[in-house]
């Protein structure tokens, strides 16, 4: 009942946050627009407020005027790796906008941490309440 509770406490604030950032509120049952960018905080706050720790390589911007991601490794990684302290599991997420579609690199990803068994998810806006259940929730 407990994990029940912070998560609808936790999709209220995550709601009530993008209704303050966006220009106009969705209106009930419909599609939620939101950046990728908007959208990526409002997840890593609801991860937060549920006790999960947030690993999130962040762009650059070089000298040249060029936005490269400062990591070493194959391209496409998912945007967000969570590891809960209390046990509830390891997740990979990569985040896509309103419109947004994986690319072949993060399909690659996505398919190779599947094959090892890791719990990986592809979410975007409208998926608020089931990363909401999956965050304050145990280990499918």
Not at 4 to 29: D, H, V, Y
Not at 73 to 85: E, M, Q, Y
Request: no cysteine.
């Amino acid at each position: 009942i407990q994990d029940t509770q912070t998560a609808k406490l936790a999709k209220n604030r995550i709601e009530a946050f993008a209704m303050s950032a966006a220009k106009k509120p969705a209106p009930q049952g419909h599609k939620i627009h939101t950046s990728e960018r908007l959208f990526q905080a409002q997840v890593i706050q609801l991860a937060k407020l549920n006790g999960w720790m947030v690993f999130h390589p962040r762009k650059m911007q070089t000298q040249d005027g060029r936005w490269l991601t400062a990591v070493q490794g194959d391209a496409g990684f998912p945007d967000l790796v969570f590891a809960h302290p209390g046990g509830r599991g390891i997740i990979y997420a990569k985040l896509k906008a309103d419109r947004g579609k994986l690319t072949d690199l993060q399909k690659h990803w996505t398919s190779a941490l599947k094959i090892n068994g890791a719990e990986i998810y592809i979410w975007w806006p409208n998926d608020i309440d089931a990363i909401a259940k999956r965050l304050a929730g145990p280990r499918p």
